[in-house]
């Protein structure tokens, strides 16, 4: 078994190859191969196939993506529903496509798909499993890119989907084959016809079955902020209990059978491993169910006596066969955070002696869950850059409370379904247990609510956490050094502050919100907001994934009611503090707003706001020439956004614009209608970001416009290629400058780093 650690590093290092691709790895690792052979290191010519089986599956998973050529082509698909989820009017599908062309002869073939997610509007009733055929148009995968926020074209890679979409109104969709049996779906469709609480089917589907996606959004948010959603994700701790189960039933019916010979008996172990299979069949083999049958029958194993490994080579063992099957879980949060808990509990348990009685028991238990719960906030801090104060105190209530009851119960509900009566009294006690854990839950909320600390933050506060729980976890350690360590990280870790932008000095974000606009200005005691983003048919604004609630935003300035500027203004009333909303009169917001007039002027920290358009008489002008023209000056640097406002407007507000620009929020989105000649020329910004959708539609930023800022050597940065744009001015007299998105080497060229946006011509 010393072949385990190599194995699980060389899958490792052939996900990172495989992802990454650098020139000649193929003739690297063929004359590689072919040394080990030549050699007769049999050991490292098994490495190498290992590495490259799993280089080679990333490869293909990079090769499969939508090509950018097939943009707003109408595609025929035929594959199978794997999930199906209703959002009102709204369906998402998940599909596994069989089958994939061009309506167009011309076009490039998409034959490589294996995984797309599609929105389907009104959708004809679709179950999952059923295979259909769809027109669709398809983008590649690609996702908003703002600090601090779910990255959602990473988590497309991870699972798998090589393009995102919607579906055609015409040609209609056309189911071509019914869903095939399903024991799982059978098992869901049980539980809805039983005379059970919502809550309760929601809970038994999830913790019995592994349908997490029957929870509702408000389950989520309870689980989420008290630190328990690993309880009810189909993990070790469910197929181990099945399995566990099974075994020692299985070694009583050997004790009396075999009573001198009992011990002996191999049938029981094989019959717990077939019991996890079965189990974790029946929740869908998922990622997570996959990765804890891996582990549990290894840990059967080891647990089993026989010629088994170490706990650390299982654990590796586990590893490399994970990363081995599924290669692009790599990616995803919870396989690194399922095996970093099963190395905590190594860690803590390897080397200690057994506890003996109630007391000890009680204690190792109790030592165990609070640095397991420590080193996981770090983990799931650094995951998803959120922390979960009640979680040490509700998880050492919650964990034995599902794992000895909930999870038993919900089980013995089904052994026991066939007599109904039997099988209702384990269901009737699951729910009073399960109705009792959530209100625990919520008075563990509402009293420790879940904490989303700021970007600045997450990385010295989940260092100082591991540290903590290592100081505690490793063996061996004198107490005095334990102690210690813990009284100088404590401090430290209240001591951490958020960073504020000096006196005199301005954060300016333009963050990507695809095809809208949303620019965050941020001093030291002031936090404004230029326009709100877009809202989108499906009725999502992105403003709503920027902030947790409860922020507090001085003033919103809706430059006007168009809505890709104003798509995000309802949910910044219903979710954040906004002390002033401000529009041009005539702009209908919906709530409650003053109107913003040229001449209009204010201080902050330093930093001066004037507002250059509209008129106080803003009626004969169309809504985009009604915008609000801010511009902003902090210490000798001045920035300028427009707006929607046309070239002619411009040409009006030239007369009032102090010179020179720093940085100029292009008109528009960078519309061949706004930035005329006269503004570029007289203005000549040092930087002009355009806030434009990736791949839109309407061509942003125009080629015309990209070439008069290139002519007067402006550094032009695109939402679209760049992601968030986040300048400081004030600073010393400098502007800093930070992207979201790392430029790629190819857009810097001749022109030096700054020139990221070209003309396609």
């Known amino acids: 078994m010393g072949v385990a650690m190599p194995m699980a590093l060389a899958a490792l290092g052939g996900t990172g190859l495989g992802r990454w691709a650098p020139p000649g790895l193929v003739e690297a690792w063929a004359l590689a191969l072919l040394c080990a052979l030549a050699s007769k290191r049999w050991r490292m010519a098994g490495l190498a196939l290992v590495l490259a089986v799993t280089a080679v599956q990333v490869l293909l998973a990079r090769g499969a993506e939508l090509p950018a050529g097939l943009l707003r082509a109408d595609l025929a698909l035929a594959g199978r529903l794997e999930t199906v989820e209703g959002e009102g009017r709204l369906t998402r599908l998940l599909v596994r496509v069989d089958d994939c062309r061009p309506l167009e002869a011309d076009r490039l073939p998409c034959h490589r798909l294996r995984r797309v997610r599609l929105s389907v509007y009104e959708a004809p009733p679709m179950q999952p499993g059923e295979r259909w055929a769809l027109t669709v148009r398809l983008r590649p995968p690609d996702g908003f890119a703002n600090p601090g926020t779910f990255d959602y074209r990473a988590w497309l890679w991870r699972e798998g989907i090589q393009a995102t979409g919607y579906v055609r109104r015409e040609p209609a969709p056309r189911r071509l084959a019914p869903a095939p049996y399903s024991l799982r779906r059978q098992a869901v469709a049980f539980l809805d016809a039983q005379p059970l609480a919502p809550l309760t089917t929601r809970w ?61 008996a191999i049938w029981p172990w094989w019959l717990a491993g077939l019991a996890a299979v079965g189990y974790a069949a029946l929740a ?85 869950q609070l640095l397991l719960a420590t080193l996981m906030a770090a983990a799931v801090l650094l995951a998803f850059a959120r922390l979960a104060p009640a979680a040490p105190l509700v998880n050492l209530v919650a964990v034995p409370l599902v794992s000895s009851l909930l999870v038993p119960l919900g089980l013995l509900g089904w052994l026991f379904a066939p007599l109904a009566p039997l099988g209702a009294a384990c269901w009737w006690l699951f729910e009073r247990i399960t109705l009792s854990m959530t209100e625990l839950l919520d008075l563990a909320v509402s009293r420790l609510p879940l904490w989303w600390p700021s970007a600045e933050l997450i990385a010295p506060l989940a260092l100082m956490l591991g540290l903590m729980a290592l100081l505690w976890a490793l063996p061996g350690l004198a107490r005095r050094l334990r102690v210690g360590g813990t009284l100088l990280l404590l401090p430290a870790m209240l001591g951490l502050t958020v960073p504020v932008p000096e006196p005199g000095s301005l954060r300016v974000r333009v963050y990507d919100v695809g095809q809208g606009q949303l620019v965050e200005l941020h001093s030291a005691g002031f936090r404004m907001l230029y326009d709100s983003g877009p809202r989108f048919a499906s009725g999502f604004a992105p403003v709503s994934a920027l902030w947790p609630a409860g922020q507090r935003f001085d003033r919103v300035m809706v430059s006007h009611g168009d809505l890709d500027h ?35 002027q204010w201080q902050r920290d330093g930093v001066s706001y004037r507002v250059l358009w509209p008129p106080a008489d803003a009626a004969p002008f169309s809504s985009n020439d009604r915008s609000c023209v801010l511009e902003v000056t902090a210490g000798e640097e001045r920035l300028l956004i427009t707006g929607d406002v046309s070239s002619d407007i411009e040409r009006v507000i030239l007369q009032r614009l102090p010179l020179p620009i720093t940085v100029l929020v292009a008109g528009h989105h960078g519309s061949r209608s706004s930035s005329g000649p006269q503004l570029v020329q007289w203005t000549t910004p040092q930087h002009v970001v355009f806030s434009a959708g990736r791949h839109n539609a309407f061509g942003h930023p125009s080629d015309a416009v990209v070439r008069r800022f290139h002519r007067v050597g402006s550094c032009q940065w ?16 400098s502007v800093s400058l930070d992207t979201a998105r790392a430029m790629p080497w190819r857009r810097g060229g001749v022109e030096g780093k700054c020139h990221a946006v070209e003309s396609r011509h």
């Not at 009810?232 to 075999?258: D, K, P, W």
């Not at 949910?571 to 401000?582: C, I, K, N, P, S």
């Not at 695109?718 to 007299?733: E, I, M, N, P, Q």
């Open 566 to 600: 104003a798509g995000g203004v309802a949910w910044l009333a219903e979710r954040h503090d906004v002390g002033e909303f401000q529009a041009p009169a005539g702009e209908n917001l919906d709530v409650t707003s003053t109107v913003c007039v040229a001449g209009q």
């Open 718 to 733: 695109s939402t679209a290629l760049d992601g968030a744009v986040t300048f400081w001015l004030g600073r010393d007299s």
């Open 284 to 368: 869908g083999l998922q990622p997570p169910a996959l990765r804890a049958l891996i582990m549990t029958v290894i840990g059967l194993w080891v647990a089993s006596g026989r010629h088994a490994p170490g706990s650390w080579q299982a654990w590796w063992l586990a590893l490399g066969l994970v990363v081995l099957h599924d290669p692009l879980s790599v990616w995803r949060p919870g396989l690194w955070l399922s095996f970093l808990a099963v190395a905590v509990l190594i860690l803590i348990w390897q080397g200690r002696p057994r506890p003996r009685g109630l007391r000890g028991w009680a204690w190792g238990l109790l030592r165990t």
């Open 204 to 264: 038994l589907a999830a913790l019995t079955l592994g349908a997490g996606d029957r929870l509702s959004r408000d389950d989520w948010e309870r689980l989420n902020a008290s630190g328990t959603t690993h309880l009810v994700v189909i993990s070790g701790l469910h197929v181990g209990l099945v399995a566990a189960f099974i075994l020692l039933l299985a070694r009583g019916v050997a004790r009396a059978l075999t009573p001198e010979r009992w011990r002996m």
